[in-house]
């Protein structure tokens, strides 16, 4: 089974409106990174984000994490029709040289 | 900087047959990880490498197989193909580890026919 799993899969939202996914992972962690890829082409880095970190802020995006709960979420802010892609995060368990990869949420963003 | 490289971008082939992908990561990263990405399974880890030693792996059968030459290049090979190994197949460098930033490449497509 996988160590992430992404909430919801699917997201449909019109351009202007922010979009929240959120990320829920199993054991303990040294990192949770979130990545972004458009139409099955390689994962671009988005953010990364330490166990002993809260929040982090990239652009429009902004990043919680809440161990106590093993929770991320992120926030895309003033979405674009550019931000229409597969969102993943990955969680990078203590020790283990290894990322784990959620489902994904596929966000769709309408002009 | 180049990113990260892999070749070939496509591949056909029939089951039985084996493959060779490869990957030239960021000059100066010394990780390499390769994943497997399907529509059913997701993305799936399937090793690293760091300095040419595997450092951890993940649950495919012996048939998936790497290495990590001194110049951090690596390859991955895939024996006795079966259908089920159709998938896109990426790699990723970075210049620890997972605790860092993963680069990707654009991935191999793979189709077992």
Known sequence: ?111 | KAGVTQTPRYLIKTRGQQVTLSCSPISGHRSVSWYQQTPGQGLQFLFEYFSETQRNKGNFPGRFSGRQFSNSRSEMNVSTLELGDSALYLCASSFGGSYNEQFFGPGTRLTVL
Not at chain 1, 48 to 64: D, F
Not at chain 1, 84 to 106: H, M, V, W
């Open chain 1, 1 to 111: 089974s996988q160590q992430g799993e992404e909430d919801p899969q699917a997201l449909s939202i019109q351009e202007g409106e922010n979009a929240t996914m959120n990320c829920s992972y199993k054991t303990s962690i040294n990192n949770l990174q979130w990545y972004r890829q458009n139409s099955g082409r390689g994962l671009v880095h988005l953010i990364l984000i330490r166990s002993n970190e809260r929040e982090k802020h990239s652009g429009r995006l902004r990043v919680t994490l809440d161990t106590s709960k093993k929770s991320s979420s992120l926030l895309i802010t003033a979405s674009r029709a550019a931000d229409t892609a597969s969102y993943f995060c990955a969680t990078d368990l203590e020790s283990s040289y290894k990322l784990i990869f959620g489902s994904g949420t596929r966000l769709l963003v309408r002009p």
